[in-house]
């Protein structure tokens, strides 16, 4: 089941499945002027929350920290290594101020169990393995080039060279993995003669080429190729950063959906005006087991067909964007991907982040999300989307309604 609580101030959700409990957060800090104060806030908060979660103590596994500019990442770092100890989530710093106002804002992700069903596998701050279910997720973080100099292409290839040696030295093949975050400063700016977010796009083209992600947990009607669910957005840090969740099991019950949305032309299949070599994610990655299903959703906005709509009007941009999310994770579309008896709706999301190009934009772009949705924990965080135009985008994490009953 799902519940939707509030504590001390923070709203969360904790989701159970298969006496696996799973905890989403998200922490802005109430009180505080500097950075130290603001992030012991925020932790301080996140780290009532597991502690109210019986089983749950010591839970936190993935982190993505928001901090208002990346010259602020190493006092950030020290402080969360110094809270955590020996517990240490994977933390990946994401340049993107809060909308908040505040330094810094932190989007946790728990897991734990009252029977001690959960293992979990601490082996740096960036790449933790969770064991539970007869399923490994390997959580990998704060992924940046290895290299010095170079463009925008050089370094993503670079990038996606470092997470794959960082999974292979967990043992799981790139091919394993299910999301993705993709961080890019100055994403819409020029590099040479094209954008930078373009080369971006063509660095993962080549990277994925020939990689057969998930071929042998998918459902017999899904065929052709697929790639792992993704988010590729700006940052006020000028390099790429990124992260990624992949996963590992021998469960033959176990399957993997990539979702299109009936809405929108497959991001793979964009004309070259939007970019040479298309960008290579699914609209969403659903796990399911039986009657459940976990739902990852990719970065989306007010796109249909593959235009973008209501320009310059940030609410409509999100009520179009969440109209998008609805019917991706909706039943009839689960239906048309051959998997009928799954399916979400946004009562069902558990974690969100909404991305707003302009600060002037927040309150009625909050307003609009807590219409549709409620009370989900929410990260809200200035960040430029990868077409000018787009003043909004949205990504969550869902599960069918069929195993979170309300």
Known sequence: MIRK????????????????????????PRTGMTLREQTQDAL?????????????????VHQAVFIRDYSLKEECRRLIKDFYGSELPATTYIAQPPCQGKLISIEALGVGSRE?????????????ITRHSGVSWIHCAQVVPEMTGGGVYDRSVNAFVA???????????FDNVIRTWLYLGDIVGPEGETQRYKELNRARTDYYEDIPFCQDKLPGCIKG??????????????????????????????????LENPFQTSACDYAAEY??????????????????????VSGTASITDSESRHLDDAAAQTHQTLDNIEALISERNFEGHGTPGLGATLDDLALVRVYIKRQEDYAQTRAACEARFGEVPTIYAIADVCRPELLVEIEAVAFSGHCCPR
Do not use: W
């Open 44 to 60: 301080g908060t996140i780290r009532r929350v597991i502690d109210e979660q019986q089983g749950a103590r010591g839970s936190i």
């Open 225 to 258: 190729p697929v790639f792992p669910a993704s988010t590729g957005i700006g940052t006020n840090n000028g390099d790429v950063v990124m992260s990624c969740i992949a996963i590992s099991t021998d469960r033959k019950d176990l399957k993997l959906i990539p």
């Open 163 to 173: 997470m794959r040696r960082r999974l292979d030295s967990a043992g799981v093949p």
């Open 116 to 128: 001690n069903e959960v293992e979990i596998e601490r082996r740096s701050e960036d790449l933790v």
């Open 275 to 296: 970019s040479p070599k298309s960008p290579k994610f699914a609209r969403a990655m659903a796990l399911s087991c039986g009657e459940c299903a976990t739902i990852f």
């Open 5 to 28: 609580e509030s504590s001390h101030g923070i709203g969360y959700s904790v989701v159970e499945l298969h006496n696996v409990r799973h905890i989403f957060a998200a922490a802005v």
